[in-house]
């Protein structure tokens, strides 16, 4: 998989800061919404595509999926979130928006503001105790992305894709998962991974993948919780 330009992420991180600070202004004054629109009589497409990274203050993966417009006039898409950092924080997001700035809550009280661009996505994660912890992720490559999937018992065999087309497959031995990951155009290698489980008990997951700097990947997740 080709690296990422270093001068890429260097423009990123000299201006995030004041990105953010645009970002807060639009989400902090109601004023999405009236971005959004500013962008559509401009003629700018939406976002639309998977975004995976780190939230390093939470020591956390986040992954966003902007879907494609329904009706390309409008521009209205669904978009989908998904917060772990393997133990206790597992945040779920969903929202309409017609528009790429946005600002939206999960099931617990944890929001998420996010303004999308082609290449990268930032924003803010605070929690539901006023802590804060900004992030930029970009977009998702090769075996990168959301992975549901089905833990199975002792022995099984799970397989996923994710959002892309990426094709998870592994074996279950004990509370560790082993198994490859390939790319949806199978362009590559298999990639090998091994997943330490939570919990023994099987379930529905969802995993997020994200390739580290040493090119292996990196892999955070949880039980959905039950209502």
Do not use: H
């Not at 105790?129 to 992975?147: C, H, K, L, M, T």
């Amino acid at each position: 998989m080709p690296a990422r330009s270093s001068n890429s992420v260097r423009w990123v991180l000299y201006t995030s800061s004041s990105l953010l600070a645009v970002l807060w202004l639009l989400v902090g004054c109601g004023a999405p919404q009236d971005a959004q629109e500013e962008n559509q009589q401009e003629g700018m497409p939406p976002i639309e595509g998977e975004f995976v990274g780190e939230v390093p203050r939470l020591d956390a993966f986040l992954a966003l999926v902007a879907l494609e417009p329904q009706e390309r006039e409008e521009g209205e898409r669904e978009l989908r979130g998904y917060l772990s950092d393997g133990r206790q924080l597992n945040e779920w997001f969903t929202t309409t928006l017609s528009g790429d700035v946005l600002r939206v809550s999960g099931y617990s009280g944890i929001e998420l503001y996010a303004s999308l661009a082609s290449e990268l996505t930032i924003g803010t994660i605070v929690l539901p105790n006023g802590e804060s912890s900004d992030f930029q992720i970009p977009r998702a490559s090769g075996i990168e992305g959301v992975y549901p999937l089905i833990v199975p018992p002792e022995g099984g065999e799970l397989s996923s894709t994710s959002w892309s087309g990426a094709r998870l497959t592994g074996k279950r031995d004990g509370e560790e998962i082993i198994g490859t990951i390939t790319t949806s155009d199978n362009d590559g290698d298999a990639l090998g991974f091994g997943f330490s489980v939570a919990a023994i008990d099987e379930g529905t997951d969802r995993w997020i993948v994200v390739m580290a700097d040493d090119g292996q990947p990196r892999i955070k997740g949880a039980k959905i919780a039950e209502d």
